[in-house]
Nanobody
Framework: VQLQASGGGLVQAGGSLRLSCAASGGTLDYLTYSWFRQAPGKEREGLSCIGRRGYTTYYTDSVKGRFTISRDSAENTVYLLMNSLKPEDTAVYYC??????????????????WGKGTQVTVSS
């Protein structure tokens, strides 16, 4: 399975971006998706995840209320809508997928597949 993330860029504080992650190849059944980010000099942080049917979602406290995860199963694509962006949101954002029967997780050790990152830069 290959994951292709896109949608990063430069935005002013308070602005919005929508990241996309398209999955292709292999068997896409039972895939749950997660978003992570890693800022320079910091550890990778799990932000959000969505279950295989889209009913289950999770957000870490730092993005809760500002970011929204969604998925289009027909297009095998997951999105991360990021509103009210702050300079501290600046990081490389990664999508990842885990094959699970239920729920979702942002534990990076549980991911089966990773996409290449996309840079998000928020200017003050």
């Amino acid at each position: 399975v290959q994951l292709q993330a896109s949608g990063g860029g430069l935005v002013q504080a308070g602005g919005s971006l929508r990241l996309s992650c398209a999955a292709s190849g292999g068997t896409l059944d039972y895939l749950t998706y997660s978003w992570f980010r890693q800022a320079p000099g910091k550890e990778r942080e799990g932000l959000s995840c969505i279950g295989r049917r889209g009913y289950t979602t999770y957000y870490t406290d730092s993005v809760k209320g500002r970011f929204t995860i969604s998925r289009d199963s027909a297009e095998n694509t997951v999105y991360l809508l990021m509103n009210s962006l702050k300079p501290e949101d600046t990081a490389v954002y990664y999508c990842a997928a885990a094959r699970r029967l239920s729920g979702c997780t942002v534990r990076d050790g549980a991911m089966d597949y990773w996409g290449k990152g996309t840079q998000v830069t928020v200017s003050s």
